[in-house]
C-alpha cells in the first residue's frame, strides 16, 4: 500500500466532509454529503473490499443524496432576508470548526501509538458472498425485516392522513 | 428450533399483508395468538412443540441462537407486553387499515426483541437492536402527532449515536478478536496484548447501552418518548423494548463478552444509584401521569443496574426478579394511565381527581401497582428490592444499599401522592360522567393484576425456578 | 502483511477521529434538522471505514464486508424514516428549525 496516497485521499476526505458541514446551502451539503461517500468509495477499494465498495457507491451517495435532496426540495426554502441572517448566525458558529479539527489532529498525530496485536489466524480466503449467505444468515434475514420495518414506515409516514 | 421465534413473526406478518380481504380481520387473532404460544413455550419447557422434528427446517436456517435462564424470562415478558400491546391496539385503532399496520410493526417488532435475546453474535445483536428500534419509532409516531414526532425525532438521533458507539466498539475487538460471535470476542478481550484497546471498548460501548437504556446522563429521550407515545406503545416502550434494548443486552454483553470485573461493577452501580436518585426526585416533581411513570421507570431501572453491578449471584438474581416484576407493574401502570387518557381525555394530575368510585378496577390495580414500585410487602416489587439491598449489604456496599433503601422511600412518596391527586379526594369538577374503562383495557389490567399477586405471593418458587438459576450469569 | 498493516492502524485513526468531529460538531451546533441528519452521515461514515479499517488490519477483510453492506442497509432504513419524520414535522411546523420545536414540557 502506498501511504502518501492514501494520506491525500483521507485529506480529500476530510476536506469534503468539511465543506459539508460548512457550506451555506442544504443542497450543497447534500451533494457534499455525496462526494465524502464517493471518497470512502475509494478507501473500501483500496481495503480489499470491492461489494462494500459498490454498496457504498450506489447506496449511499446515490440513493441517500436523492433522499436528503427531496426531502430539501420539499421543504420550504427560506425568505431572502432569512437566508442572510442565517448566514451570519452560521459563521460565528462554524467558524472554529476547522481551527480545532487542524488542532485535534496535529495534537494526535504526535501521538505515536502502535498496535502490537497478535493477529487471529486468517481464515480460508473465502467469497463474500458465501460468508454472507452461509455464515451471516442471521444478519440477512435481519436487513430483510428492518427493509419490511422501513417499507411500514414509509407507508405511515408518507400517508396523506384523514386529519381530525 | 429456537429460529422459529425470530422466523415466525415474519412469516405471519407477511402472510396478514396479502391482500385478501378476510385477512384484516384475522389480523388481530394471529397476533394474539402467536404472542399467548411464545409465553406457553417459555413456560412448558416439556411441551410437545419442543419435540416437534423439523429437520428440513433446521437445515435451511443456520442461525448461532442460544438460550438460557434469563433469555426465557425475557421471552415470556416480551410474548406478554406485546400481547397486551397487540390487545389495546385493537380497541384503540378504529380503521382496518391502521390496525393492520399497527399489528405489521409489532410483529416485526416482536421479531427484532426475540432476536435480541436469543443471538450469540454481537454484529446481530446490533442487527436486531436497530430493528426493533426502527419500529418502535414508527409506533412512536404512529398517528404523526407534533409531539410524537418531536420526541421520535429526538430518540432517532440519541439511538443513532448510541449505535455508533456500539459499532465502534465492536470495530476496536474486531481487530484482536478477528470474529464477532461472543465466544471470540471473550477471548480475545482475555488474552489482549492491549488494556487501552478493552477499556476503550468496554466504555465505548457501555456508554451506548446507557443512552438505549435511558439512565441518567442520557435520559432526555426517554421521557418524552413514553408521554407522548400512544398509550398502546407506552406500554410497548416502558414493559420491554427499553428494558431489551438497554438492560438486557448490557446484562448479556457483560457477562457474555467483557466479563465481569469490579471496576464495570463499580461503574454500573454508581450509574444505577445517580438514575435510582434523579429519577424519583424527577418523579416526585411531574404533574403529569406519564411523564411521572416515565420517570419512575429510569429511577426502577436504576435498581435492576445496582444490583447487576453488585456482581454476587445474589445480585444478579434480585435484578432479574426486578426486571420481571417492572416488566409487569410498569405494564400495568401505563395500561392504568391508558384507561384515565381514553375515559377522562387527559393525563394532568392537577385536573384529575376522586376518580376511585368512578373507576375501581382502574384504581385498585394502580394501587398495586404502585406499592409494588415502591416495594411494599407482600408485592412482589418488596422481594426483588429486598434481595437487591440484601446483596448490596452482603457484598459491603453499605453506601449503596442505603440509598436503595431511602430512595424507596421517595418512591413511596411520590406513588402516594399520585393515587391521592387521581382517584382519592373529591372528584374534579369535570369528573362527573366518567365510567370505568373498556374491555380493551380492562382485560389486560385484570390479567397484570393477576401476575402482580400471584407472583408476590409465590415468590419463594419464582426465585427458587428462576431468577436464581438467571443470576448464574457470571461466573 | 501485517506489520505494514499493523503500521495503517494509527494514521487512520487519526482521520476517522477528525471525521467524527466534524459529524459531531455538525450535530451539536446546528438547529437544521436536516443538517443534523448529515451530520449523523459523517459519524456513520466514520464508522464504516473504521470497520473495515479493523478487517484489513486483523486479517479478516471477508467477514468485515459483509458486515459493512449489513450496516449500509440498516442506515439507509434509518435515514429514510428520519427524513419522513423530518417531513411531517415540517408540515406541522412549517420550520426545520430545533429551536421552533422542543413544545414537550410539563
Redesign the interface.
Known amino acids: 500500500m502506498n501511504m502518501t496516497l492514501d494520506i491525500v485521499i483521507l485529506l480529500a476526505l476530510i476536506l469534503a466532509a468539511l465543506w459539508t458541514v460548512m457550506t451555506r446551502s442544504l443542497l450543497r451539503s447534500a451533494i457534499g454529503l455525496a462526494l465524502v461517500s464517493a471518497i470512502l468509495t475509494i478507501l473500501l477499494f483500496r481495503f480489499d473490499s470491492p461489494l462494500a465498495a459498490v454498496f457504498e457507491l450506489s447506496v449511499c451517495s446515490g440513493l441517500i443524496s436523492v433522499v436528503f435532496i427531496s426531502t430539501i426540495s420539499l421543504t420550504e426554502p427560506m425568505t431572502m432576508k432569512e437566508v442572510i441572517k442565517h448566514m451570519k448566525d452560521r459563521l460565528t458558529r462554524f467558524w472554529y470548526l476547522p481551527f480545532i479539527v487542524v488542532i485535534v489532529g496535529t495534537a494526535l498525530s504526535l501521538l505515536d501509538i502502535r498496535l502490537n496485536i497478535k493477529v487471529p489466524p486468517a481464515e480460508t480466503q473465502k467469497d463474500v458472498r458465501e460468508v454472507l449467505w452461509n455464515m451471516r444468515q442471521l444478519d440477512l434475514i435481519g436487513q430483510v425485516t428492518i427493509l419490511l420495518a422501513g417499507v411500514f414506515g414509509v407507508a405511515i409516514l408518507f400517508k396523506e392522513g384523514r386529519k381530525k | 428450533m429456537l429460529y422459529l421465534f425470530?422466523?415466525v413473526p415474519?412469516f405471519i406478518?407477511?402472510f396478514l399483508n396479502l391482500p385478501f380481504r378476510g385477512l384484516k380481520r384475522a389480523a388481530f387473532w394471529l397476533a394474539a395468538a402467536l404472542c399467548l404460544f411464545q409465553m406457553f413455550l417459555v413456560l412448558f419447557p416439556d411441551s410437545f412443540f419442543w419435540k416437534l422434528d423439523f429437520a428440513w427446517l433446521d437445515h435451511l436456517?443456520?442461525?448461532?441462537l442460544a438460550i438460557d435462564g434469563l433469555g426465557e424470562i425475557m421471552l415470556f415478558c416480551i410474548g406478554l407486553v406485546v400481547f397486551i400491546s397487540v390487545f389495546m391496539g385493537r380497541y384503540i385503532n378504529a380503521d382496518a387499515d391502521e390496525k393492520l399496520?399497527f399489528f405489521?410493526?409489532l410483529l416485526?417488532a416482536l421479531?427484532?426483541l426475540n432476536?435480541i435475546v436469543l443471538?450469540k453474535?454481537v454484529?446481530?445483536l446490533y442487527?436486531?437492536i436497530?430493528?426493533t428500534s426502527?419500529?418502535s419509532?414508527?409506533l412512536i409516531?404512529?398517528y404523526?402527532r407534533?409531539?410524537a414526532?418531536?420526541?421520535?425525532?429526538k430518540y432517532?438521533?440519541l439511538s443513532?449515536?448510541a449505535t455508533?458507539l456500539m459499532?465502534?466498539s465492536?470495530?476496536?475487538i474486531?481487530?484482536?478478536?478477528?470474529?464477532?460471535s461472543f465466544s471470540l470476542m471473550h477471548e480475545?478481550i482475555r488474552?489482549s496484548?492491549?488494556d487501552f484497546?478493552g477499556i476503550f471498548a468496554i466504555g465505548m460501548f457501555l456508554s451506548g447501552l446507557f443512552i438505549k437504556a435511558g439512565l441518567v446522563p442520557f435520559h432526555g429521550w426517554l421521557v418524552?418518548a413514553y408521554?407522548?407515545a400512544p398509550s398502546a406503545v407506552s406500554v410497548f416502550l416502558a414493559g420491554i423494548a427499553t428494558k431489551a434494548m438497554g438492560i438486557y443486552t448490557l446484562m448479556r454483553v457483560t457477562s457474555a463478552i467483557f466479563g465481569f470485573s469490579i471496576p464495570i461493577g463499580n461503574v454500573l452501580m454508581l450509574i444505577g444509584a445517580v438514575s435510582i436518585i434523579i429519577g424519583a426526585l424527577d418523579a416526585l416533581a411531574?404533574?403529569?401521569f406519564k411523564?411521572m411513570l416515565a420517570y419512575s421507570s429510569i429511577s426502577q431501572m436504576g435498581y435492576i443496574v445496582l444490583g447487576f453491578g453488585c456482581g454476587t449471584a445474589l445480585g444478579v438474581a434480585g435484578a432479574v426478579f426486578h426486571l420481571f416484576n417492572h416488566t409487569i407493574f410498569k405494564s400495568l401502570l401505563f395500561v392504568n394511565s391508558a384507561a384515565l387518557k381514553i375515559q377522562t381525555g387527559t393525563s394532568r394530575m392537577d385536573k384529575l381527581g376522586g376518580l376511585a368510585r368512578k373507576m375501581p378496577l382502574t384504581a385498585v390495580s394502580s394501587l398495586l401497582a404502585g406499592l409494588s414500585t415502591a416495594g411494599i410487602p407482600p408485592l412482589p416489587g418488596f422481594w426483588s428490592k429486598l434481595i437487591i439491598i440484601i446483596a448490596l449489604w452482603g457484598s459491603g456496599h453499605y453506601a449503596y444499599a442505603v440509598i436503595a433503601v431511602l430512595a424507596s422511600l421517595i418512591t413511596l412518596a411520590y406513588i402516594i401522592s399520585m393515587q391521592r391527586r387521581v382517584f382519592f379526594g373529591e372528584p374534579a369538577g369535570e369528573m362527573e360522567n366518567v365510567k370505568e374503562a373498556s374491555p380493551g383495557v380492562i382485560l389486560p389490567t385484570l390479567l397484570l393484576t393477576l401476575i402482580v399477586i400471584v407472583s408476590g405471593l409465590f415468590f419463594p418458587f419464582i426465585l427458587e425456578n428462576f431468577a436464581l438459576p438467571a443470576g448464574m450469569i457470571i461466573k | 502483511m501485517t506489520a505494514q498493516a499493523l503500521s495503517l492502524f494509527w494514521p487512520y485513526c487519526i482521520f476517522i477521529i477528525m471525521l467524527v468531529i466534524i459529524g459531531l460538531y455538525c450535530m451539536l451546533v446546528t438547529y437544521n434538522l436536516i443538517r443534523a441528519l448529515i451530520g449523523l452521515e459523517l459519524l456513520i461514515k466514520a464508522i464504516t471505514l473504521f470497520l473495515i479499517l479493523a478487517g484489513y488490519i486483523s486479517g479478516h477483510p471477508v467477514m468485515t464486508q459483509a458486515l459493512v453492506i449489513t450496516l449500509i442497509v440498516i442506515e439507509v432504513v434509518v435515514i429514510v424514516v428520519a427524513t419522513g419524520v423530518v417531513l411531517n414535522l415540517h408540515r406541522q411546523n412549517q420550520s426545520l428549525d430545533v429551536r421552533k420545536l422542543r413544545t414537550i414540557k410539563d
Do not use: C, W, Y
Not at chain 2, 61 to 64: E, M, N, S, W
Open positions: 425470530i422466523i415474519l406478518l407477511m436456517f443456520k442461525f448461532d399496520n405489521s410493526l416485526i421479531a427484532g432476536g443471538v453474535d454484529f446481530s442487527v436486531f436497530e430493528i426502527v419500529s419509532f414508527m409516531s404512529f404523526k407534533r409531539e414526532l418531536e420526541a421520535t425525532f432517532l438521533i443513532a449515536i455508533i459499532l465502534a465492536i470495530s476496536l474486531i481487530l484482536i478478536s478477528g470474529g464477532t480475545a488474552n496484548p492491549h484497546l418524552d408521554s407522548s411531574q404533574n403529569d411523564r
